[in-house]
């Protein structure tokens, strides 16, 4: 039977597989250009005939794009993807940012400290207005900051992101991590207090523990870590789950990304494991749905929220396809495309209640006085309300269960807090 998901057009739905398998299972959706290439490019498409909006006009407000694409271990093209798509969308049918049309100015770092900081170089020769991040492990803050160019980013991935001068509109693998702990042992949710975790080495997963742990330790459940490699045969995955299900958890998480999750969840079916597992809302991907069908009966997904597809999403689709030369059905909306779509029109929300006035450090003030919020929510976004966070603006994620008729919300739709298990 054909199953409807969803990737819910609010916070976090693409908070993804994020840094979880960021270096052990990235995956390339579209074409790109060279990754030692900088790419510069102004989107802009004719004005829809169904748009009562005035294309915009004058001086461009130049976005100056930050995304790690090309390398093995770190490839995120669905950002750029997304940021185009937006831009496009934004300048075609609803008047740029408050009247002034966006221009991009795409800078392609490859992982390294040596070509995130030449990508901010680059951008403050070209005086950009505002910068924004798509997933780059190494921001270079300082140049920026000389430059007087604000830095917007969706997700912090080291320690030093957190509390940098830039703001930041998910808290990225903290919120996933501490959400998914307190969904397992928050007596208002699962309440179960015995865990067991499916990990490899690889340094983001490692990360990734390194909050998870000790927000199960601090809810009082303990939690065995089954250790694996950063690949493995099918064969490895179902050892994996049998060494899991061996410690008599009443919650099995896997920190694997897409082909883990296939192995895992059939894995999970051959053996009769049928305590909970969580994963990240990557695994709800028509690739991984497709080839496991009805074995991801009783997986929990982080950050996403199942259901039919928005509006919005259909709008999104549209607009992707255009950059990626895909038609609609086809683009992927469970990697980093929603994350990048709803980042860039939530500053868009942002900027066009300023006015034609607009300025990068206007955007970034009123997100930190609490005037923001995030495309398709009402909800006001809570920058630098944890000083310990204080980049961070939304520590809240959804999750989605599936069950026999697909991905619905799990939790009463509930979006689950991190902070109450975090020792902050």
Aim: aromatic content about 8%; hydrophobic content about 45%; charged content about 15%.
């Amino acid at each position: 039977m054909k199953l409807c998901r969803k990737t819910l057009p609010v916070l976090a739905v693409v908070l993804s597989g994020l840094l979880a398998i960021a270096c052990t299972e990235s995956k390339t959706t579209t074409s790109i250009p060279d990754s030692t290439e900088n790419v510069a490019t102004t989107d802009v498409t004719t004005p829809s005939q169904d748009s009562t909006i005035p294309p915009p006009t004058g001086e461009p407000f130049v976005i100056g794009v930050v995304n790690t694409e090309g390398s093995p271990a770190a490839d995120f093209p669905d950002f750029t993807n997304a940021f185009r798509a937006a831009a496009n969308y934004i300048n075609s049918e609803l008047g740029g940012f408050a009247g002034r049309p966006i221009e991009l100015e795409i800078c392609i770092s490859v992982g390294s400290p040596e070509s995130s900081q030449a990508c901010a170089q680059e951008l403050a020769a070209k005086k950009v207005d505002l910068a924004m991040i798509g997933l780059d492990i190494f921001v270079d803050y300082g140049t920026f900051n000389a430059a007087s160019i604000p830095v917007i980013g969706a997700v912090p991935i080291l320690p030093s992101d957190y509390t940098a001068d830039a703001v930041y509109i998910t808290a990225g693998n903290l919120v996933v991590q501490g959400s998914t702990a307190n969904a397992i042992t928050n007596p208002k949710y699962l309440g179960l207090k015995k865990v067991a975790i499916i990990a490899n080495d690889s340094p983001a997963t490692l990360s990734a523990l390194a909050t998870l742990e000790p927000a199960l330790a601090f809810a009082g459940a303990t939690a065995v870590v089954i250790k694996g490699g950063e690949t493995e045969t099918d064969a490895g995955y179902r050892l994996l789950m049998q060494q899991a299900a061996a410690t008599n958890p009443e919650a099995i998480i896997s920190m694997y990304g897409q082909s883990g999750c296939v192995a895992l969840m059939r894995a999970r079916v051959e053996l009769q494991v049928e305590v909970p597992a969580f994963t990240n809302t990557a695994c709800l991907a028509d690739t991984v749905i497709n080839a496991v069908g009805d074995a991801a009966q009783g997986w929990y997904f982080a950050g996403s929220q199942g259901g039919v597809e928005s509006a919005d999403t259909d709008l999104m689709r549209q607009y992707v396809s255009q950059v990626v030369n895909k038609a609609p059905e086809d683009v992927d909306v469970f990697g980093f495309t929603t994350l990048g779509w709803i980042q860039t029109l939530s500053i868009w929300k942002v900027a066009n209640n300023i006015g034609p006035t607009v300025t990068g450090t206007a955007i970034t003030d009123s997100f930190r006085q609490g005037k923001g919020t995030l495309w398709g929510s009402d909800a006001e976004l809570q920058c630098g309300t944890v000083p310990s966070l204080s980049a961070v603006c939304s520590f809240a994620i959804p999750f989605a269960v599936y069950t026999e008729n697909g991905a619905e919300p799990a939790f009463g739709g509930e979006n689950i807090s991190a902070l109450d298990v975090l020792d902050l």
